[in-house]
């Protein structure tokens, strides 16, 4: 997969279906045919998922499922598998969110399978990773994060990881109004960047990573000005239900 520019909403546990189809709708009219080099994402709460693909009628946006699980099928309540995402319409993932590891308890283990159960249905997954803000703090941030990283990718070969898109979201930069400075978001991905190639030369190379945590207008255009964080971002929304 070659490198791309990709600009991501997430909405979380914000809208009902007639409201993600609005909103849904509204981004397709937005970006016309076609958005230029710039891949756009939505990522709708689950029960949204249908309304929001019919919204977008074959409009260039990538639709998104905020989570998904961690087996194709099978004896496991209230879990939705990557092939019943792709019958939704879904594209992608997000997997490894900083609310699910630390609000919902998601472990190192649970994320690596994930990510590699919705690799192997062909969905482009977008592996969320992040330090707390005491980590931070402490210095290690960079380590933490390489940690998570390599956690992940335990359980896969570079030949399968053609649809992973990596996304360095610091917990205490998500929904808090605080904001990694484009020089400390800039560093990490290059941290990310060596560490893929380590892993992989054409990994290294070719992986999108985004940067997500509290982005807003005021400022994306700083961030997107870093000369590497040009390449990626995530931007975060939460639209009123």
Not at 52 to 65: I, K, R, T
Not at 133 to 141: K, P, Y
């Amino acid at each position: 997969m070659a490198r791309a520019i990709w600009v991501v909403g997430n909405w979380k546990q914000f809208g009902l279906r007639d409201r993600a189809r609005t909103l849904a709708a509204e981004v397709a009219a937005g970006l016309g045919r076609s958005p230029g080099p710039v891949r756009v994402g939505i990522a709708p709460p689950m029960l949204a998922l249908d309304a929001a693909h019919e919204a977008l009628a074959g409009a260039p946006v990538v639709l998104f499922a905020q989570d998904v699980a961690a087996q194709d099928e099978g004896a496991f309540t209230g879990e939705v598998g990557p092939a019943m995402l792709r019958e939704a319409g879904v594209e992608g993932v997000l997997v490894g969110h900083s609310e699910r590891r630390h609000v919902l308890g998601e472990s190192d283990a649970l994320v690596a399978q994930k990510l590699a159960c919705a690799l192997q249905a062909g969905l482009t997954t977008i592996l969320c990773v992040g330090e707390p803000l005491d980590v931070r703090e402490t210095g290690r941030a960079e380590a933490f994060v390489l940690g998570q990283l390599d956690a992940a990718l335990a359980q896969i070969a570079p030949s399968a990881a053609t649809g992973l898109v990596v996304a360095y979201e610091p917990v205490w930069a998500i929904g808090t109004g605080r904001t990694a400075s484009p020089d400390d978001a800039q560093a990490m991905h290059q941290a990310i960047r060596r560490h893929l190639a380590a892993w992989d030369p054409t990994a290294g190379a070719d992986r999108s990573i985004l940067y997500g945590g509290s982005v807003k207008p005021e400022n994306a255009a700083a961030l997107f000005a870093a000369p590497v964080l040009a390449i990626v971002h995530t931007v975060e929304e939460s639209p009123s239900p």
